[in-house]
Nanobody, 127 residues
Framework: QVQLVESGGGLVQAGGSLRLSCAPS????????MAWFRQAPGKEREFVAA????????DYTDSVKGRFTISRDNTKITVYLQMNSLEPEDTAVYYC????????????????????WGQGTQVTVSS
């Protein structure tokens, strides 16, 4: 069983930055593709970014390209989401997700493809 714990959320002004962290535990981490999703009040959950377990492949939703960067450190067993130039529209609960895969290049933007989820961390961007 994999447990995911997110941290790093908070309140920031528009234009500011935050870095989210996700630290899985319970099993080896390196063979898990990881992703970040978010859900704003009254809206559907949406894909934000994903990274393959090798770290060589990444993907982003269009609205965050050039502003957010997903990365992972398999030695520290942590995946990060660096968020720059934050906008009020980025306000949401951010969730970390994971899926075991034998493919070092696999990733997905579909939430149903991931088996494990964290409890979420709130990000609030004020205008």
């Amino acid at each position: 069983q994999v447990q995911l714990v997110e941290s790093g959320g908070g309140l920031v002004q528009a234009g500011g930055s935050l870095r989210l962290s996700c630290a899985p535990s319970g099993r080896t981490f390196s063979e898990y593709a990881m992703a970040w999703f978010r859900q704003a009040p009254g809206k559907e959950r949406e894909f934000v970014a994903a990274i393959s377990w090798s770290g060589t492949n990444t993907d982003y939703t269009d609205s965050v390209k050039g502003r957010f960067t997903i990365s992972r450190d398999n030695t520290k067993i942590t995946v990060y989401l660096q968020m720059n130039s934050l906008e009020p529209e980025d306000t949401a609960v951010y969730y970390c997700a994971a899926r075991f895969t034998l493919s070092g290049t696999w990733l997905s933007g579909l939430g149903d493809e991931y088996n494990y989820w964290g409890q979420g961390t709130q990000v609030t961007v004020s205008s």
